[in-house]
């Protein structure tokens, strides 16, 4: 096959995955559909008046009872932030520094109350900010999503408070600038995504608070304090600089109340929490609760203050504060009043009478959402939808019927009090049930599509192992295996395509993807299969002698069931919920069970001793020292798998796992002594790599002229290991200990990264210009040794004799010197045998600086592990290939494919990731860029360079076996 068809099949294989993958995921994420309706002042959802109350002209659903709001959103201020305990004796850094708080609600109760407030995942601040705005849950798990912020389309709150005239003054996170744009009567934005800056949206809010709240002019004032949360991502909540920030959200909270007016409504929320790591995005108890705090100098609650702290949804308070407000509830909200904000100044039954009040117009308000949306979407279940419509049916009933008593002025008794408190239940249960619902039809997944695209991808799996096993029969065709398929493939998307066209449906793209992709692999096995003889298929004859070559290299597909078996396990295994939350603990199992399992399997055949021979005595020296290596190296892959261990993450599934200390950077270290160690320690692991990586090279016969390759790697390593250590260096420093040196610092920040990028980018550049690092006399015109690809050899004979086709070469260089009359052979080339290696070495290395800068300074271990690791296996093939005689030198077995993929999956984990949100290294995305960014596209590279570094390094360890892999092709 020539290289256009080796392109082009490697091109189809990536869609085929592509394509499985899409179809999984359009099946797997949140499904809910975004209305575009708005409520409005005009909509018939008023709540009818009882005696007594005083109704103002121009009333917005209920009267307005609250003129002037200020919501204060600390990012990741946890339930654990906020409150206060008095009787700790020692308090974490984090504990106790919002004592204002508890101060307020000590001494004023009936002005201050502090709530439990829960968040929904994923507790990302994108979809936490969505939250608290619409009233509803995200329409997309994604993530990625909070990297771009596109505007809400569905009716918000801000949307609402902008349409009535309202005045709505922000500042702080600039993300809300994309979320709400053109929504603000006044704003300040500050950048929000550098997590390593703790100071810059917070000290700009402070500009602007105090003076803004003096000035008057704003019916809503918001302001997100990104501090906490990014002194938790930088550094974890146990850390004196933590106990600084919320010491300044205190002495803020302090310098605010005494600039509040009468008449204006104080909340202080958190978006979500904080593990203990400082991380957020999923859904564990840390991450999902937040704090609430509600004061106002005006009396709002009842006298008594409960023993512990209610717990209240996050979207409850959209609802809350749109009627306080005076405006409607946003149409999609499907949260609930917070019925003590709604007291009147009455006895108990005029507070009922009130609460009872906001109570049916965010009933009615949530039943008229309920009944367009399951119009729209029919995605909820019908049984649910009528029960619902019952209890909302009874509870309007029953208060007419209140109203009524109250209306003909009969006299309050204990039992119309106990008839108002159980109606105020009715309804609550009525909007719990409603939101409880939601949530599990939002939460639903498409079986379907999942299974279709595990389907998908499994189909492609099989697809590469058989074409694999094709090419290295020299039986793949190019026509039957690869136009065929692809004609087939177009064929079926152009069909759907028009079908979609003449019945004018709306066309699902990932559906025609798929559909494509199936039918190009049916063709593709329809072919395979038809090339088989029907009576050898059937009676498991000898086929005819054109295919006996395919026959044969059938008949040794038995060596696949040990590690395709292993990686079928594993796979199948992904289905159980157990196997995911283990799999950091499973993946290394798997991998030293395949590793011992091989060695285990020579044993057993013999071939760990000498054959007996004539030419070749017993316990030959060969046999020997093989065996001996072998076996050291099993040692030296057990032990690393065993170390790789260490730099573990936890998940919340895990109890009592307690993530490795070596995830957090030196920075977090409070012990000089302690730091300086580590530091040391992770420098020498830095300079071990590179004296590895020299002496490799030299070993084997490289770095031994004066070509620009050579001197980069002599000079240049050293010096990329010595920048990435100074950078250390600089970030491992508290916030406060350079003093006047912090500009230098921010310049060091930022230079030696950026050095450290170019240096990488200027080496690799190096190695396409000139990867050749052996000697090569120049002295005469040498004829070229290797010559120019010419697609795959003729004939097996070919495949298995191209080393010694290349060593020919060069014998009849230099015979052809010596017939000219040179006394003395110039030698054309020295270091052969890693003529191929070394360039990618090089460039492998300088991947893994750039890799390891993106992590924290102590992953420099673990990245030592991982080419150790890699090293190991390596070599443990080459034992294997030898030992076993009669390998083929140039098929690459699937052992050694299964092991590399499992190693891969080790050290994801063992660079401290999961699988999970708040797992996610966002500290990369501004190494060396600590401005923060224009676009989205860099951070996003840094990102997933980071989340995927052990795929990409072991990706690139694998590419000295790439020459073999080519010409299987």
């Keep these: 096959m020539q290289r256009w068809p080796v392109l082009l099949f490697l091109a189809w294989a990536c869609f085929l995955f592509f394509a499985g993958i899409g179809l999984f995921t359009s099946g797997f994420l949140l499904m809910r559909i975004e209305l575009t309706n708005r409520s409005s002042c005009s909509d018939p959802l008023a709540a009818p008046a009882w005696p007594g109350q005083q109704v103002a002209p121009g009333t917005c659903w209920m009267p307005q009872r609250v003129p002037k709001a200020v919501l204060l959103i600390i990012d990741a201020l946890t339930f654990e932030f906020a409150r206060f305990d008095p009787a700790k004796a020692r308090p974490r850094p984090y504990e106790n520094k919002l004592g204002f708080l508890h101060q307020l609600a000590g001494s004023q109760p009936r002005h201050a109350r502090l709530y439990r407030f829960r968040a929904d995942p994923p507790t990302t601040t994108m979809q936490r900010i969505k939250g608290i705005t619409t009233g509803s849950l995200p329409t997309f798990i994604d993530v990625g999503s909070n990297f771009a912020s596109y505007a809400i389309e569905e009716d918000n709150l801000l949307g609402q408070l902008a349409q009535n005239g309202r005045r709505v003054v922000f500042m702080g996170d600039d993300t809300w600038d994309g979320l709400f744009p053109q929504k603000f009567f006044r704003s300040y934005f500050f950048p929000s995504f550098n997590v390593k800056d703790l100071h810059t949206v917070d000290d700009g809010i402070l500009q602007h608070l105090y003076k803004t709240v003096d000035g008057g002019e704003w019916d809503l004032l918001i302001a997100h304090f990104l501090g906490v949360d990014h002194c938790g991502h930088k550094h974890g909540p146990d850390h004196p600089e933590m106990a600084k920030k919320l010491t300044q959200m205190n002495e803020m909270l302090r310098s605010l109340v005494d600039h509040l007016g009468n008449d204006t409504l104080l909340l202080v929320a958190g978006d979500h929490g904080m593990t203990e790591t400082g991380d957020h995005g999923g859904d564990s108890e840390k991450e999902v609760n937040a704090a609430l705090f509600v004061y106002s100098k005006t009396p709002?609650?009842?006298?008594?203050?409960?023993?512990?702290?209610?717990?209240?949804?996050?979207?409850?308070?959209?609802?809350?504060?749109?009627?306080?407000?005076?405006?409607?509830?946003?149409?999609?909200?499907?949260?609930?009043?917070?019925?003590?904000?709604?007291?009147?100044?009455?006895?108990?039954?005029?507070?009922?009478?009130?609460?009872?009040?906001?109570?049916?117009?965010?009933?009615?308000?949530?039943?008229?959402?309920?009944?367009?949306?399951?119009?729209?979407?029919?995605?909820?279940?019908?049984?649910?939808?009528?029960?619902?419509?019952?209890?909302?049916?009874?509870?309007?009933?029953?208060?007419?019927?209140?109203?009524?008593?109250?209306?003909?002025?009969?006299?309050?008794?204990?039992?119309?009090?106990?008839?108002?408190?159980?109606?105020?239940?009715?309804?609550?249960?009525?909007?719990?049930?409603?939101?409880?619902?939601?949530?599990?039809?939002?939460?639903?997944?498409?079986?379907?599509?999942?299974?279709?695209?595990?389907?998908?991808?499994?189909?492609?799996?099989?697809?590469?192992?058989?074409?694999?096993?094709?090419?290295?029969?020299?039986?793949?065709?190019?026509?039957?295996?690869?136009?065929?398929?692809?004609?087939?493939?177009?064929?079926?998307?152009?069909?759907?395509?028009?079908?979609?066209?003449?019945?004018?449906?709306?066309?699902?793209?990932?559906?025609?993807?798929?559909?494509?992709?199936?039918?190009?692999?049916?063709?593709?096995?329809?072919?395979?299969?038809?090339?088989?003889?029907?009576?050898?298929?059937?009676?498991?004859?000898?086929?005819?002698?054109?295919?006996?070559?395919?026959?044969?290299?059938?008949?040794?597909?038995?060596?696949?069931?040990?590690?395709?078996?292993?990686?079928?396990?594993?796979?199948?295994?992904?289905?159980?919920?157990?196997?995911?939350?283990?799999?950091?603990?499973?993946?290394?199992?798997?991998?030293?069970?395949?590793?011992?399992?091989?060695?285990?399997?020579?044993?057993?055949?013999?071939?760990?001793?000498?054959?007996?021979?004539?030419?070749?005595?017993?316990?030959?020296?060969?046999?020997?020292?093989?065996?001996?290596?072998?076996?050291?190296?099993?040692?030296?892959?057990?032990?690393?798998?065993?170390?790789?261990?260490?730099?573990?993450?936890?998940?919340?599934?895990?109890?009592?796992?307690?993530?490795?200390?070596?995830?957090?950077?030196?920075?977090?270290?409070?012990?000089?002594?302690?730091?300086?160690?580590?530091?040391?320690?992770?420098?020498?692991?830095?300079?071990?790599?590179?004296?590895?990586?020299?002496?490799?090279?030299?070993?084997?016969?490289?770095?031994?002229?004066?070509?620009?390759?050579?001197?980069?790697?002599?000079?240049?390593?050293?010096?990329?290991?010595?920048?990435?250590?100074?950078?250390?260096?600089?970030?491992?420093?508290?916030?406060?200990?350079?003093?006047?040196?912090?500009?230098?610092?921010?310049?060091?920040?930022?230079?030696?990264?950026?050095?450290?990028?170019?240096?990488?980018?200027?080496?690799?550049?190096?190695?396409?210009?000139?990867?050749?690092?052996?000697?090569?006399?120049?002295?005469?015109?040498?004829?070229?040794?290797?010559?120019?690809?010419?697609?795959?050899?003729?004939?097996?004979?070919?495949?298995?004799?191209?080393?010694?086709?290349?060593?020919?070469?060069?014998?009849?260089?230099?015979?052809?010197?010596?017939?000219?009359?040179?006394?003395?052979?110039?030698?054309?080339?020295?270091?052969?045998?890693?003529?191929?290696?070394?360039?990618?070495?090089?460039?492998l290395t300088l991947v893994g600086f750039l890799l390891l800068l993106l992590h924290s300074e102590r992953m420099s271990l673990s990245f030592l592990l991982l080419f150790l690791e890699a090293f190991v296996l390596l070599r443990i093939h080459a034992c294997v290939v030898s030992l076993a005689g009669d390998a083929e030198p140039f098929v690459v077995p699937w052992y050694a494919v299964t092991a590399w993929v499992l190693a891969a999956t080790q050290f994801f984990y063992s660079t401290g990731h999961q699988p999970i949100f708040p797992a996610i290294h966002w500290n990369a995305a501004f190494v060396g860029f600590q401005q923060g960014h224009t676009t989205h596209l860099l951070p996003a590279v840094l990102v997933g360079a980071n989340t995927f570094a052990s795929h990409i390094l072991f990706a690139g360890s694998w590419l000295p076996s790439a020459p073999a892999l080519a010409l299987r092709l």
């Design 300 to 843: 709002l609650f009842g006298a008594h203050l409960p023993e512990e702290p209610e717990t209240i949804p996050q979207v409850n308070l959209v609802p809350t504060l749109a009627l306080l407000l005076g405006v409607p509830i946003p149409y999609s909200n499907i949260g609930e009043v917070m019925a003590e904000l709604f007291s009147g100044d009455g006895g108990a039954a005029s507070a009922a009478l009130s609460q009872l009040s906001a109570y049916r117009v965010n009933a009615r308000q949530v039943d008229r959402f309920l009944h367009s949306y399951s119009l729209a979407a029919q995605d909820l279940p019908a049984e649910r939808l009528r029960h619902l419509r019952e209890l909302f049916s009874a509870a309007l009933e029953e208060h007419d019927r209140l109203l009524a008593q109250v209306q003909e002025g009969l006299p309050a008794s204990p039992e119309r009090e106990a008839r108002l408190r159980r109606l105020v239940g009715h309804f609550q249960r009525y909007l719990r049930e409603a939101r409880a619902v939601c949530m599990e039809s939002w939460a639903r997944f498409h079986p379907l599509r999942m299974v279709a695209g595990c389907a998908l991808i499994a189909a492609s799996c099989l697809l590469c192992c058989v074409a694999s096993e094709l090419a290295a029969a020299l039986d793949f065709s190019y026509r039957s295996h690869l136009l065929y398929p692809l004609l087939w493939g177009l064929a079926v998307a152009a069909l759907l395509g028009l079908g979609h066209l003449l019945t004018k449906e709306g066309l699902d793209l990932i559906l025609v993807l798929s559909w494509s992709a199936a039918a190009s692999q049916l063709a593709f096995f329809w072919h395979w299969w038809g090339r088989w003889p029907r009576r050898a298929r059937l009676a498991g004859v000898q086929p005819p002698v054109a295919s006996a070559d395919l026959w044969q290299r059938l008949r040794a597909w038995q060596g696949l069931v040990l590690p395709m078996g292993i990686l079928f396990v594993r796979c199948c295994a992904m289905f159980s919920d157990s196997f995911v939350v283990a799999e950091a603990w499973v993946a290394p199992f798997l991998l030293a069970s395949l590793a011992t399992l091989l060695v285990g399997k020579l044993y057993w055949h013999g071939r760990l001793t000498a054959p007996e021979s004539p030419t070749q005595p017993p316990g030959s020296a060969f046999y020997q020292k093989e065996s001996w290596q072998l076996l050291c190296l099993l040692a030296v892959l057990l032990a690393c798998l065993r170390l790789s261990g260490l730099f573990h993450q936890c998940r919340e599934e895990i109890p009592h796992c307690q993530p490795s200390p070596f995830l957090a950077p030196l920075s977090s270290l409070q012990s000089t002594q302690a730091k300086n160690l580590f530091y040391l320690l992770c420098v020498a692991s830095l300079a071990g790599l590179v004296y590895a990586v020299q002496r490799w090279l030299r070993h084997y016969g490289n770095l031994n002229s004066s070509s620009p390759l050579v001197l980069f790697v002599r000079w240049a390593f050293p010096l990329a290991a010595v920048w990435i250590a100074c950078y250390w260096a600089v970030t491992s420093g508290a916030e406060d200990t350079l003093g006047k040196l912090q500009e230098l610092v921010q310049v060091a920040l930022v230079g030696f990264p950026r050095a450290v990028y170019g240096l990488a980018s200027l080496g690799i550049l190096l190695v396409l210009w000139t990867p050749v690092t052996v000697f090569v006399d120049s002295r005469e015109p040498v004829v070229p040794i290797v010559t120019p690809y010419q697609g795959a050899p003729s004939s097996q004979a070919d495949l298995q004799h191209v080393i010694p086709q290349i060593y020919r070469r060069m014998q009849e260089s230099l015979k052809s010197q010596l017939d000219r009359g040179h006394r003395r052979a110039t030698v054309a080339a020295y270091g052969l045998g890693s003529v191929y290696s070394a360039a990618l070495v090089i460039v």
